[in-house]
């Protein structure tokens, strides 16, 4: 999106390089009435003609747009991303199901290097750990279009099932991660056997992908750093994975 001042961003271009409406209008193909209604507020610049203004100025494309905006949220939703497109089960990624896998995925990768692949907070609810602002989250992604929503009626109630809406998946937050850990030598001395990002959510997706929501669900309670939240709604502190019972842990040098 272009930034709010452009006409007067350009306009200022224009005065400080001593070049006339009439010439700028012609090397962006419109005529100098158009172009004085442009700078008069009364007609938008369009895409090629800014991508024209720019080369004129020599100036990047850029200087004329809208700073993006971080989105905080994106770990996240490129994990959510990768774990529908991958989840071998055959009933595919039910919505129950991703809370636990996400929860699995950031603790288990947490266990090796001390930090979550999402970057996000996780909070106990009574029925299973739950990444924060999922709901939001989710919502943002079906209204990106990232993903759908398709119910599907099994016995006597219906499921929601995630599907990837655009196959072009971006594992780019694996590389992210994996590489900022690598370079945290000060919080830890990664080991020589150091797993990817990538390889301990597929593990995680091959181990489970014959559980059901149910089980999934009550393997979560056993875990440690869930066990050790008191109270519902409270933070999950992911260093207890430090103090896993045996049969949870998946980093061998802590056996």
């Known amino acids: 999106m272009f930034k709010k001042n452009i006409v007067n961003l350009v306009k200022d271009l224009r005065n400080k390089t001593n070049v006339s409406q009439e010439d700028l ?15 008069n507020w009364k007609r938008s610049f369009k895409k090629e003609e800014i991508e024209k203004i720019a ?14 905006k971080e989105d905080k949220n994106r770990k996240l939703k490129d994990l959510i991303l990768y774990i529908a497109k991958n989840f071998k089960s055959k009933e595919g990624l039910w ?21 979550l692949i999402s970057w996000v907070i996780y909070k ?41 809406v655009d196959d072009r998946i971006n594992a780019y937050v694996f590389d ?22 990538k390889k301990i959510v597929d593990d995680v997706l091959t181990r489970y992908e014959n559980w059901t929501a149910k089980s999934l669900s009550d393997l ?6 869930y066990r050790a939240t008191e109270k519902y709604w409270d933070i999950i502190r992911p260093e207890h994975v430090f103090y896993r019972s045996k049969s949870f842990i998946v980093n061998h040098h802590n056996l």
């Open 95 to 115: 919505k129950t199901m991703l809370n636990k896998l996400l929860y699995f995925c950031d603790f288990n990768y947490y266990e090796w290097t001390w930090n």
């Open 220 to 225: 979560s309670h056993e875990d440690t750093p």
């Open 55 to 68: 080369d004129f100025f020599e100036m990047p494309m850029s200087d004329f747009l809208e700073a993006k």
């Open 124 to 164: 106990k609810l009574p029925y299973w750990p739950v990444p924060k602002d999922i709901t939001y989250v989710i919502d943002e992604m079906l209204k990106n279009w990232e993903i759908a929503i398709k119910k599907e009626k099994i016995h006597n109630y219906y499921t929601q099932k995630i599907i990837v």
């Open 25 to 39: 209008a012609n090397y962006i193909w419109i005529s100098r009435l158009t172009y004085i209604n442009i700078e």
């Open 176 to 197: 992210l991660t994996d590489k900022i850990n690598k370079q945290k030598k000060e919080n830890y001395k990664p080991y020589n056997d150091l797993p990817s990002s």
